[in-house]
């Protein structure tokens, strides 16, 4: 089972979270993208852009930020990260 852990931010406080789970014999990264859309489906923001600092801080860590830089609309907290909890 993978498991993707997505939480907004604003001053330090967690404002939402939700942990999306994805039983698919997909690919991990078609796992992310699939989890990715639907907890910004679940927190109703549009998908955000993977910069280059996004791609790699997910690749060493699994686990990153995207800021207002990633956004195309204007957020209304400070960053929304995501983490991977579990995988096949």
Not at 14 to 41: G, N, P, Q, Y
Request: aromatic residues 14%; contains cysteine.
């Amino acid at each position: 089972m993978f498991k993707l852990w997505a939480k907004t931010f604003k001053n330090t406080h967690m404002l939402k979270d939700a942990v999306i789970e994805d039983a698919s014999s997909d690919t991990r990264t078609h796992k992310v993208f699939h989890a990715l859309e639907k907890a910004c489906a679940e927190f109703d923001l549009s998908a955000p852009i993977w910069l280059d600092k996004t791609v790699s801080d997910f690749r060493r860590y699994a686990k990153t930020r995207f800021y207002q830089d990633n956004f195309i609309e204007t957020i209304e907290f400070d960053y929304l990260e995501i983490q991977v909890l579990e995988e096949d």
